[in-house]
């Protein structure tokens, strides 16, 4: 077995295939409006496209405020998707072709679903001098200015394209629902707006878990589990509680991870504007994968 602590995806810029290796994409236009779910844990941004076998559901999730996105695509027009796990993605016309990984499954009547972590533009700002909430407003708000057009292709295989149109109010709701959200956790959210340290592992989160923390009975069933968590973190770099945002079935998964992220996360806290240590939170993702 192997494990993927954090966020759950890798990206590597690839060549496009030639235009002449795929056969001719479909572009499925929009069916619904853009609707935006407030949830106790996380925020969904989802829109509809296409009717009858094109029928295609298309949602991103953000779990706090960030740069980047879980994203569900799910639809009959998605039937080439394989268990290779890999295709390439690209926000358009802004943003480059990006290889992601992908779980498949299903969502209800819609299959095959493909979903994956995905960080629209890589090219903008890194992620690694980010400290506020702020930080990721202005960040997102740039990488999805021109965004307009989600292509996803695999090699040899027809490209599915989906008409998003005008992005930047449906992310701007999207960046309001986050920042409501983090308001219910019990932090300083003024002072994350100012932070000059965000809460740091001591040590490799990757270490936190491992193949032998498998819950048996799904190891046994030949089930795989994908848990979205957040850890509470005092002023001390203590984690005080573990909370569950979302996670598959059985629920042997998100107490598998609480119970290790519990035991073995420790942390530099985070530092406020004058450089003191305050209370915040580390948010992060642990995926259960059985091996091929």
């Given at each position: 077995?192997?494990?993927?602590?954090?966020?759950?995806?890798?990206?590597?810029?690839?060549?496009?295939?030639?235009?002449?290796?795929?056969?001719?994409?479909?572009?499925?236009?929009?069916?619904?409006?853009?609707?935006?779910?407030?949830?106790?844990?996380?925020?969904?941004?989802?829109?509809?496209?296409?009717?009858?076998?094109?029928?295609?559901?298309?949602?991103?999730?953000?779990?706090?405020?960030?740069?980047?996105?879980?994203?569900?695509?799910?639809?009959?027009?998605?039937?080439?998707?394989?268990?290779?796990?890999?295709?390439?993605?690209?926000?358009?016309?802004?943003?480059?072709t990006k290889e992601i990984t992908y779980t498949l499954g299903n969502l209800g009547k819609l299959e095959p679903a493909i979903m994956s972590s995905v960080h629209p533009d890589q090219n903008v700002n890194g992620e690694s001098a980010v400290r506020t909430f702020t930080d990721y407003d202005t960040i997102d708000e740039k990488q999805f200015s021109d965004v307009d057009t989600l292509t996803l292709n695999m090699l040899g295989k027809r490209d599915l394209v989906l008409?998003?149109?005008?992005?930047s109010a449906p992310m701007a709701s999207l960046r309001k629902c986050t920042r409501e959200l983090v308001t219910h956790w019990g932090i300083d959210v003024?002072?994350?707006?100012?932070?000059?340290?965000?809460?740091?592992?001591?040590?490799?989160?990757?270490?936190?878990?491992?193949?032998?923390?498998?819950?048996?009975?799904?190891?046994?069933a030949g089930k795989q589990g994908l848990v979205q968590f957040r850890l509470n973190v005092d002023a001390q770099g203590r984690a005080t509680a573990c909370h569950i945002q979302k996670a598959t079935k059985p629920d042997e998964f998100a107490d598998t991870v609480c119970r290790a992220m519990m035991k073995n996360a420790h942390f530099e806290p985070a530092l406020d504007a004058n450089g003191q240590p305050i209370a915040s939170y580390f948010r992060s993702a642990v995926r259960f994968k059985m091996p091929r």
């Open positions: 077995m192997r494990y993927i602590i954090g966020i759950v995806a890798a990206f590597a810029c690839t060549a496009t295939a030639p235009a002449h290796a795929a056969p001719a994409p479909v572009v499925l236009e929009p069916s619904s409006p853009w609707n935006i779910r407030y949830d106790e844990d996380s925020c969904r941004l989802a829109r509809m496209f296409g009717e009858g076998k094109t029928e295609t559901a298309f949602f991103v999730e953000r779990y706090e405020p960030s740069t980047s996105l879980f994203m569900v695509v799910a639809g009959q027009p998605l039937k080439w998707a394989s268990r290779s796990e890999k295709m390439d993605i690209a926000f358009s016309p802004a943003g480059p008409k998003l149109g005008d992005m003024e002072k994350h707006d100012h932070l000059t340290r965000r809460v740091s592992p001591t040590s490799s989160p990757g270490k936190w878990i491992d193949s032998a923390d498998y819950p048996a009975m799904a190891r046994f």
